[in-house]
């Protein structure tokens, strides 16, 4: 499901048109950015888990020239962890 479809899909399940349905789900996903920059985890109950994290410098290969090693900076990463309710939803 594309981010166009999942904005059909609220339009057509609530009373939103297209474009409320667009900017609540726009801002619904601002919120979690906010989230995780600020507090590191958005614990959706039910739903899941995100978490972001920090990885550290490390080294890594130049993907055009593999034999080529290059420093990876640090840089925040997001993981998440579905919640008992969807992985029930998903495997009923």
Request: with cysteine.
């Amino acid at each position: 499901m594309t981010k166009t479809e999942l904005i059909h899909e609220i339009a057509k399940n609530t009373e939103l048109t297209q474009k409320q349905a667009a900017e609540f789900l726009d801002k619904t996903l601002d919120c979690i950015v906010e989230g995780l920059k600020t507090d590191e985890t958005v614990q959706l109950t039910g739903f899941g888990t995100f978490k972001s994290h920090e990885v550290t410098e490390h080294e890594g290969h130049n993907p055009k020239n593999p034999t080529v090693k290059i420093m990876i900076p640090t840089y925040s990463q997001v993981s998440f962890t579905s919640g008992k309710g969807l992985k029930d939803a998903i495997n009923q």
